[in-house]
């Protein structure tokens, strides 16, 4: 079963969805670290690969 969820990129809080605890978090941080850019590319629509977490 696939796991989904909708994230909040100012707030970084699940607005809907499924996702397990340790996958809330990961994707979490990783939209912390990259929250400008997401905000960005939520703007324009000019859409771009991202890097993943290291």
Known sequence: MLSTGAI????????????????????????ELHQAELLEIWNTQKFHQI???E
Request: proline share 7%; glycine share 4%.
């Open 51 to 53: 890097s993943p977490l």
């Open 8 to 31: 909040n990129i100012q707030t970084r809080e699940m607005l809907e969805g499924d996702l397990p605890a340790k996958a809330l978090s990961l994707v979490q941080e990783w939209t």
